[in-house]
């Protein structure tokens, strides 16, 4: 649709098939390692392309777009905070049982229900990178509170930078340095699942 778009207003088909394939990771482009990173640490590629677009953006030479991506991550930052308010308002004992993984890598939603009855809730997935401002938000939110010490907060904060912008993430230490493909032996070895639990 980028491309067709592009084409539509006069733009060569070089460049328009070029600005099309950025547009999202573009998973030809890759360094002289990039192969054999992502042979090991399966999406490294993407994880590094990731990041990338989003500190050229917040640092972008044009103060125009480095101000709206500043804004977007605030906003971002903010939804976080008053979601986590918000769930906090509709159930606070079933906002407190939720896993920090669910809290810090999806946008929930507690749904009220009657008195006794199980509480439901939506989760939408947060994409990788931009997860991390709502982290900070919601992480904000619950030190505010006194639900999470400062040093929680700091620490949950430094593992979801970890899994927001590190190309090679996992649950533990061992399983953060192993190959993707070890993963499951290193879970096992470990009793530790990818979040941690």
């Known amino acids: 649709a980028t491309y067709e778009a592009l084409r539509n207003q006069g733009v060569s088909k070089e460049r328009a098939a070029q600005i099309a394939k950025n547009i999202t990771v573009n998973f030809n482009k890759k360094g002289e390692w990039g192969s054999w990173a992502n042979a090991l640490y399966v999406f490294s590629n993407a994880g590094i392309q990731g990041t990338n677009r989003i500190y050229r953006a917040l640092t972008h030479k044009n103060p125009k777009i480095r101000k709206k991506a500043q804004k977007i991550v605030t906003g971002i930052v903010g939804t ?3 979601m986590s308010m918000l769930n906090r308002w509709t159930d ?3 906002w407190e049982n939720m896993s920090t993984y669910n809290k810090t890598n999806n946008l929930l939603w ?3 229900g009657r008195e006794g009855e ?3 809730s939506v989760a939408i997935k947060l994409p990788y990178g931009y997860n991390f401002f709502y982290a ?3 992480t904000m939110e619950e030190v505010m509170y006194g639900d999470v010490t400062k040093q929680e907060g ?5 593992s979801s930078a970890s899994g927001a912008f590190s190309p090679i993430s996992g649950g533990s ?3 953060f340095l192993s190959p993707t493909i070890s993963d499951p032996i290193v879970q096992i070895a470990t009793n ?3 979040m941690g639990g």
């Open 154 to 158: 700091f620490y949950r904060l430094l």
């Open 118 to 120: 199980k509480k439901k």
């Open 92 to 94: 606070e004992d079933e």
């Open 80 to 82: 976080g905070f008053t």
């Open 110 to 112: 507690m749904i009220p």
């Open 173 to 175: 230490a061992a399983e």
């Open 192 to 194: 530790k699942n990818f």
């Open 136 to 138: 900070l938000g919601q």
